[in-house]
């Protein structure tokens, strides 16, 4: 539903309990809203909803730096947006948006078990009002029921807005090895997170032919070939195979599926260069993915239990207690494989994806 095609000035005070409001119909059942914005200044725009079970919250989209705060108080959901100083496209799920605000893992210290609580059950009943404050222009504002589209961009031009020089995107957050009296601190890279960059990027580029995501995706190779030891995240085992470390500790834990995805994103990469080889781009994703690939083939028995998989091969490189692959994890390696299979033409994936799926249904490995 389009409420309003055209742009159009507004301005009130940012102070305002009121502002400018536009009251919605109650029959409205779209929860995804896109527009467009520009703020002069301080300026907000909110949505008033009800859930399911006739609660009312705000959801305000303010220009300050992003995060996320909750009001009890006036039960008002805040998201920092950025300054927005320039005329720009904002799409987002009021539910979703609600929901990762008040769920359980956002609770509140103290606070009784199910407050503040938000379940995949209790969503919304209606968007019931918009209001403005602050000035600046506003237009094409919508509530549609999906834009999965603009979702994809909108992650797309993230990773184009946050890459660093080094060509990755650092986790800013430390990160404990299962297990191990082993830690990663902020600032480091993942192969996992890499190859799924690539992997957006690379679909970005075919969808909208821009070359800036080409340019953020080719990038992003340069940490395949700096060292874990170095900051990057490329593990030389045995010396010789070349192994993508989703968690990159100086002795190598060799996590499978992390490493499966960063191959997955070569390849795509790869196939967006070869798509357009007339323009002369070049890139070493080829390379770095043979090297990888020939890296996988070497190890995959090395992650077979006889019953189960291994999560990583720390008692290999480490002398460590295994870790087994919780059922989930088992599964995702076989789909990883047999995803593989699809573009790879050596039958051991197929072979060992088929082993593994057996280990689901009770089967084991021979005895002697």
């Known amino acids: 539903m389009m409420l309003h095609s055209l742009f159009f000035f507004f301005?009130?005070?940012?102070?305002?309990?009121?502002?400018?409001?536009?009251?919605?119909?109650?029959?409205?059942?779209?929860?995804?809203?896109?527009?467009?914005?520009?703020?002069?200044?301080?300026?907000?725009?909110?949505?008033?909803?009800?859930?399911?079970?006739?609660?009312?919250?705000?959801?305000?989209?303010?220009?300050?730096?992003?995060?996320?705060?909750?009001?009890?108080?006036?039960?008002?959901?805040?998201?920092?947006?950025?300054?927005?100083?320039?005329?720009?496209?904002?799409?987002r799920d009021l539910e979703i948006d609600l929901y990762k605000a008040l769920s359980p893992d956002r609770r509140r210290k103290g606070g009784r078990k199910g407050d503040n609580v938000v379940s995949k059950k209790f969503g919304l009943l209606s968007v019931d009002r918009v209001r403005l404050q602050g000035n600046g222009w506003l237009g094409?504002?919508?509530?549609?029921?999906?834009?999965?589209?603009?979702?994809?961009i909108d992650a797309a031009n993230w990773l184009v807005d946050n890459q660093d020089k080094k060509g990755g995107w650092p986790v800013s957050v430390a990160h404990k090895i299962n297990k191990l009296s082993l830690s990663l601190k902020p600032g480091w890279y993942s192969a996992m997170a890499q190859g799924q960059a690539m992997s957006?990027?690379?679909?970005?580029?075919?969808?909208?032919?821009?070359?800036?995501?080409?340019?953020?995706?080719?990038?992003?190779?340069?940490l395949f070939r700096v060292p874990s030891t170095e900051g990057g995240i490329l593990a030389t085992v045995f010396g010789t195979f070349k192994f993508y470390e989703e968690y990159p500790i100086k002795i190598p834990s060799l996590v499978l599926n992390g490493f499966i995805y960063s191959l997955f994103g070569l390849f795509d990469l790869k196939s967006a260069v070869g798509d357009i080889n007339s323009k002369n781009v070049t890139s070493d994703a080829a390379e770095l993915y043979v090297d990888g690939i020939r890296t996988l083939k070497q190890f995959l028995p090395l992650y077979d239990a006889g019953s189960e998989t291994f999560y990583d091969l720390r008692h290999v490189t480490i002398k460590a207690e295994p870790i087994i692959a919780r059922p989930t994890y088992h599964a995702l390696h076989i789909s990883q494989l047999l995803h593989l299979s699809t573009f790879e033409e050596d039958p051991i994936f197929t072979k060992i994806a088929k082993r593994w799926i057996e280990y689901m249904n009770g089967g084991r490995a021979n005895h002697n």
Do not use: M, P, W
């Not at 914005?37 to 989209?61: A, E």
């Not at 094409?140 to 589209?149: C, G, H, I, M, R």
């Not at 957006?200 to 340069?222: E, G, I």
């Open 11 to 91: 301005t009130s005070s940012i102070d305002s309990s009121k502002g400018l409001s536009l009251d919605l119909q109650s029959t409205i059942k779209c929860f995804i809203v896109k527009f467009e914005i520009k703020f002069n200044g301080s300026g907000t725009i909110s949505f008033r909803v009800t859930t399911k079970r006739l609660k009312q919250y705000t959801i305000s989209y303010s220009n300050t730096k992003t995060g996320i705060n909750y009001s009890e108080r006036t039960k008002t959901v805040t998201y920092g947006i950025g300054k927005r100083n320039t005329l720009s496209r904002l799409t």
């Open 140 to 152: 094409k504002l919508s509530l549609v029921d999906s834009a999965d589209e603009d979702f994809f």
């Open 200 to 222: 957006v990027l690379t679909r970005a580029f075919h969808l909208t032919k821009k070359q800036k995501y080409l340019h953020a995706a080719l990038q992003s190779t340069k």
